[in-house]
T-cell receptor, first 110, second 112 residues
Framework: QKEVEQNSGPLSVPEGAIASLNCTYS??????FFWYRQYSGKSPELIMF????GDKEDGRFTAQLNKASQYVSLLIRDSQPSDSATYLC??????????FGAGTTVTVRA | DGGITQSPKYLFRKEGQNVTLSCEQN?????MYWYRQDPGQGLRLIYY???????QKGDIAEGYSVSREKKESFPLTVTSAQKNPTAFYLC???FGQGFGYTFGSGTRLTVV
């Protein structure tokens, strides 16, 4: 059973601050890592993916991957009220399925 | 525009009734998936299909059935055997191993 664990929320940050989301996974053979954002009542949307160790930046989002530690994180810089959502970590191993974490809810305080 | 379409957006089911949720994609994706999400909960996999005319059970397949007769379509039937079907149902598709999913907008099913 592949497991994906995310830091428990909710996470409340002031506007303009950095939100840091963490995710660990149990399957050492995992190859692909994804972050989805889900607004309340809506479906998840893909915001970041990362395949190699290190950092990957896209606008205000940075994904960090450390395969040796089986750890992936998402940083949201200059947090905005529109970033208030649940963030899902997803991991893919050697099959067609993604394993999802339970999600971390982020609230950005104006 | 390419995308994945779920219908209907809202669905109401009477006790003992079977209902079918539609999922269509024009992304040329090989794989398709059905997930269930309960309030405040994560995603639970119901069924998935890697290729036409083939599908596999996920973690919570009991009370559900699917078909994959066309690459573009992966309908989900919620049968009367599913005792607690009220949930948000999400369909997704992908190119396969190593690729992320694209999700549809979801169907919210309520038992009345």
């Amino acid at each position: 059973q592949k497991e994906v664990e995310q830091n428990s929320g909710p996470l409340s940050v002031p506007e303009g601050a950095i939100a840091s989301l963490n995710c660990t996974y149990s399957d050492r053979g995992s190859q692909s890592f994804f972050w989805y954002r889900q607004y309340s009542g809506k479906s998840p949307e893909l915001i970041m993916f990362i395949y190699s160790n290190g950092d990957k930046e896209d606008g205000r989002f940075t994904a960090q991957l450390n395969k040796a530690s089986q750890y992936v994180s998402l940083l949201i810089r200059d947090s905005q009220p529109s970033d208030s959502a649940t963030y899902l970590c997803a991991v893919n191993g050697n099959d067609y399925k993604l394993s999802f974490g339970a999600g971390t809810t982020v609230t950005v305080r104006a | 525009d390419g995308g994945i379409t779920q219908s209907p957006k809202y669905l109401f089911r009477k006790e003992g009734q079977n209902v079918t949720l539609s999922c269509e994609q024009n992304l040329n994706h090989d794989a398709m998936y059905w997930y269930r999400q309960d309030p405040g909960q994560g995603l639970r996999l119901i069924y998935y299909s890697q290729i036409v005319n083939d599908f596999q059970k996920g973690d919570i397949a009991e009370g559900y059935s699917v078909s994959r007769e066309k690459k573009e379509s992966f309908p989900l039937t919620v049968t009367s055997a599913q005792k607690n079907p009220t949930a948000f149902y999400l369909c997704a598709s992908s190119f396969g191993q190593g690729f992320g999913y694209t999700f549809g907008s979801g169907t919210r099913l309520t038992v009345v």
